[in-house]
Each structure stands twice: as structure tokens, then as C-alpha cells.
């Protein structure tokens, strides 16, 4: 039976080291979400990504994303995929230890109806499923 790991909200994700990438649509997305210009939420509020072929948002001098005010992210409606998808579609060895998502055994179809709720996506579209 899969298990659909419960994000508790702790906020240990956005605080992180490591880069949110950004597709085109995304920008669009949050650009419209914050009411500003494309041009405009790519200068405040990204950066160029480690490998320069990306965007990523941009960080916090003391490493937490841009978007994060206080425990909350501030443009939750619109956050890009990647924060969507973490933990159930896609995570790391030992994520477990840093991030508190309570892990929920379910059946077959209301684990794909929890992944579809919580990231938009079948979970087909794993990278790694949890096992
Ligand atoms: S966009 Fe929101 S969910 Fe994603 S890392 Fe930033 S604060 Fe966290
Ligand atoms: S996904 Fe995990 S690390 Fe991120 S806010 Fe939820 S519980 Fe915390």
C-alpha cells in the first residue's frame, strides 16, 4: 500500500540550502499571483540557477526562500511545482529526519486522490515514489 506523506507545515523545506526552479508558466503564474510586470518579479525576486540555464527564486540572506514570511510562504495559491510536489513526488534519502510530513499508509485511490490534492499531478509523475 503506498504512503502519502502529510505535510505538517513546518517549514524546514523553504529553509533549506538548494534552488526552487522556476519553468515560464510559473513566473507567469506568481508574477500574476504578486500583481507585478514578468520582468519586474524576475528582477526582485530570482536568480540565475547554479548550472545559469535556469531561473530559481531567489534567497534570503539567511538562506530561507524569499517567499517565506515568518512560518507561512507568502504566495502559498501560486508556489511553484517543485514546492508543490515535496515530499510525495519527489524527496531525498533521509528526508524523513528534516522534514515532519506525517507519513499515511492508504489505499490505492485515495493515495492518488491525496497526491492529485496536493500537488495538481498524477503519481505517476513521481521522480522517486515512496515505496
Ligand atoms: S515558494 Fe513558498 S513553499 Fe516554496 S520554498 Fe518558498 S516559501 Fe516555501
Ligand atoms: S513538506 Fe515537510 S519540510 Fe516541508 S513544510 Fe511540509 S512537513 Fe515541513
Redesign the pocket.
Known amino acids: 500500500m503506498p504512503v502519502f506523506?502529510e505535510?505538517?507545515?513546518?517549514?524546514?523545506?523553504?529553509r533549506w540550502p538548494g534552488q526552487v526552479r522556476l519553468g515560464g508558466a510559473e513566473i507567469t503564474a506568481l508574477a500574476g499571483f504578486l500583481g507585478v510586470r514578468e520582468e519586474e518579479f524576475i528582477q526582485r525576486f530570482t536568480r540565475l540557477t547554479a548550472d545559469r540555464r535556469g531561473l530559481a527564486l531567489l534567497d534570503k540572506p539567511g538562506g530561507e526562500c524569499v517567499f517565506l514570511h515568518g512560518e507561512n510562504c507568502a504566495v502559498q495559491p501560486a508556489k511553484p511545482q517543485q514546492c508543490r510536489d515535496?515530499?510525495n513526488l519527489w524527496n531525498f534519502p533521509g528526508f524523513e529526519k528534516?522534514?515532519?510530513?506525517r507519513p499515511v499508509v492508504l489505499a490505492s485511490a485515495e493515495y492518488a486522490k491525496k497526491i492529485r490534492a496536493a500537488t495538481g499531478r498524477p503519481p505517476s509523475a513521481a521522480v522517486n515514489p515512496p515505496a
Open positions: 506523506y505535510c505538517q507545515r513546518c517549514t524546514a523545506c523553504c515535496f515530499p528534516i522534514c515532519h510530513a
